[in-house]
């Protein structure tokens, strides 16, 4: 069973940083995605197994992904936090032909 536990989310005032972390039971790529009250969820950036990583154009040059394969362990870095970058924040690993998820951490970003 693949598991994905999250941590690292709470409240921070806006030009601030957090750091995510998701410790996974699988090894495999990985990515975050978020979901802000009232919206769909949306695509945040993904790394590969490898470490290649991409990133959605509204957190390009503001967030980081990087992981730890010893620990099997993706981290999302997040700087010059805005306010529209509260959400919920998932982590999920791609496995075959579906991904798995987390259960979230909130992210509330104070102006």
């Known amino acids: 069973q693949v598991q994905l536990v999250e941590s690292g989310g709470g409240l921070v005032q806006a030009g601030g940083s957090l750091r995510l972390s998701c410790a996974a039971s699988?090894?495999?790529?990985m990515g975050w995605s978020r979901q802000a009250p009232g919206k769909q969820r949306e695509w945040v950036g993904s790394?590969?197994?490898?470490?290649?990583?991409n990133y959605a154009v509204s957190v390009k040059g503001r967030f980081t992904i990087s992981r730890d394969n010893a620990k099997n362990t993706v981290y999302l870095q997040m700087n010059s936090l805005k306010p529209e970058d509260t959400a919920v924040y998932y982590c999920?690993?791609?496995?075959?032909?579906?991904?798995?998820w987390g259960q979230g951490t909130q992210v509330t970003v104070s102006s």
């Open positions: 999920y690993a791609g496995l075959g032909a579906r991904n798995y």
């Open positions: 790394i590969t197994s490898i470490g290649s990583t």
């Open positions: 699988v090894s495999s790529a």
